[in-house]
């Protein structure tokens, strides 16, 4: 039979080096703990203002409503007319709505004009929507020439009922205008 204290002797020992390869196992796997720090820089440039400002109204002139439904639509670029379906031209003068706008020389410009329909009302509870805007620029952009100037001219569409009431119809619409 063997002695008890010769039996835990050598245990202990094993438990002991057990417990030395595990601190030393641990000490190789812990982080360093170095600090490092990096740095970077703030800048802005100060540029001229953009400005945008209206310098005439869209027109689609004088029309008379027909027994269907019909359009007016007013082209960005040749400023011209047409009609289609019951709406026919009665004269007036018929125009794009044209905005001044001012910036730094030889920059270009992107112009939202209205994604949605716009309701032109005549005072009288009588109603028509203005709809497929577009600038003379179509989805480009816009170049502000060497003296930091340029126009821009947007056009539209303008639906009638068929027997639209009579009337002056107008409404408010905006653009903008961002450098790119």
Known sequence: MLHPMRRKGPILRRKGRSALALMVVASLTVPAHAQTTASATGRTTIIHPLSVSAQRDLDFGRLVAGTTAGTATINPITEMRTVDGGASGAGGTPVSASFAA???????????????????????????????????????????????????????????????????????????????
């Open 102 to 180: 001012r910036g730094i020389a030889g920059q270009m410009l992107h112009i939202v004009v209205p994604s949605t329909p716009v309701i032109a009302s005549n005072g009288s509870g009588a109603t028509m929507t203005i709809s497929n805007f577009a600038h003379d620029g179509g989805s480009g952009p816009i170049l502000l020439n060497a003296d930091g100037d340029a126009t821009i001219h947007v056009g539209a569409t303008i639906s009638l009922s068929p027997g639209q009431a009579e009337g002056a119809y107008t409404a408010h619409f905006s653009i903008i205008a961002i450098y790119l």
